[in-house]
T-cell receptor, first 120, second 115 residues
Framework: EAGVAQSPRYKIIEKRQSVAFWCNPISGHATLYWYQQILGQGPKLLIQFQNNGVVDDSQLPKDRFSAERLKGVDSTLKIQPAKLEDSAVYLC??????????????????FGPGTRLTVL | AQTVTQSQPEMSVQEAETVTLSCTYDTSESNYYLFWYKQPPSRQMILVIRQEAYKQQNATENRFSVNFQKAAKSFSLKISDSQLGDTAMYFCAFIGGGSQGNLIFGKGTKLSVKP
């Protein structure tokens, strides 16, 4: 079974530029999450999709961050314009929630390799 | 609000020895799930072990086991026979049973296994 795919793995941009990250979840996973992980901290949820609808975007800085999951499969997270404090690892994860499956913990999240963003 | 606290920013252990990482959490829910994730320098977050709050038996996965104390809201991870490949950041995480499935993470513990 293929895991969660993310690209690019690394990105360096200057402040005020824009950047986009892509995520392809595990096939059949209804829910997709974007997390921001600042160095030395645990991941913080930015946005959660269930299929192509937003479940939670309460911690997404909407003046500069946007995300979409148009067909309920892959997703794009965009930052425009970027600030120095956006330097972080951006993690994508997916889960079966809310759809149960035999022998599987619905809440378990599977993570991609992340994108390390450096804003200069 | 639900919170997860990991009070040990860094720990080290000799290869083949046992180490315990601490985690406490705060919630008013009675049904929830707890996880330990490992994040090596490659950044890939990998699930180590999970515990359902309604289960009294502590979860075990090979060299990894937990000590789940529901009344004390404590969820520690024990790694036996530590290996060099266990060197990583370890995150404790919580999901409320009534939630919409989003994880709440602690700040992590950096574990170094020394040869």
């Amino acid at each position: 079974e293929a895991g969660v795919a993310q690209s690019p793995r690394y990105k360096i941009i200057e402040k005020r530029q824009s950047v986009a990250f892509w995520c392809n979840p595990i096939s059949g996973h209804a829910t997709l999450y974007w997390y921001q992980q600042i160095l030395g901290q645990g991941p913080k949820l930015l946005i959660q999709f269930q299929n192509n609808g937003v479940v939670d975007d309460s911690q997404l800085p909407k003046d500069r961050f946007s995300a979409e999951r148009l067909k309920g499969v892959d997703s794009t997270l965009k930052i425009q314009p970027a600030k120095l404090e956006d330097s972080a690892v951006y993690l994508c994860a997916s889960s079966l929630w809310p759809n149960p499956a035999p022998g599987v913990t619905t809440y378990e999240q599977f993570f991609g390799p992340g994108t390390r963003l450096t804003v200069l | 609000a639900q919170t997860v606290t990991q009070s040990q920013p860094e720990m080290s252990v000799q290869e083949a020895e046992t180490v315990t990482l601490s985690c406490t959490y705060d919630t008013s829910e009675s049904n929830y799930y707890l996880f330990w994730y490992k994040q090596p320098p490659s950044r890939q977050m990998i699930l180590v072990i999970r515990q359902e709050a309604y289960k009294q038996q502590n979860a075990t996965e090979n060299r990894f086991s937990v000590n789940f104390q529901k009344a004390a809201k404590s969820f520690s991870l024990k790694i036996s026979d530590s290996q060099l490949g266990d060197t990583a950041m370890y995150f404790c995480a919580f999901i409320g049973g009534g939630s919409q499935g989003n994880l709440i993470f602690g700040k992590g513990t950096k574990l170094s296994v020394k040869p």
